[in-house]
């Protein structure tokens, strides 16, 4: 389980919203830290 703090959680349901297939928080979640490691760091 992850917690997140409201901004983060209202941050995270606002993606959710914009995505054409709206995932769940968990799934949201696991794509975003799948994202996030694809993207080389600067």
Known sequence: MVRLQPAD???LDSWIAAQDEEPTRPEA???LIRLG??????
Do not use: F, S, Y
């Open 37 to 42: 490691m694809t993207v080389q760091a600067e």
């Open 9 to 11: 959680l209202a941050a």
């Open 29 to 31: 979640v696991r794509k």
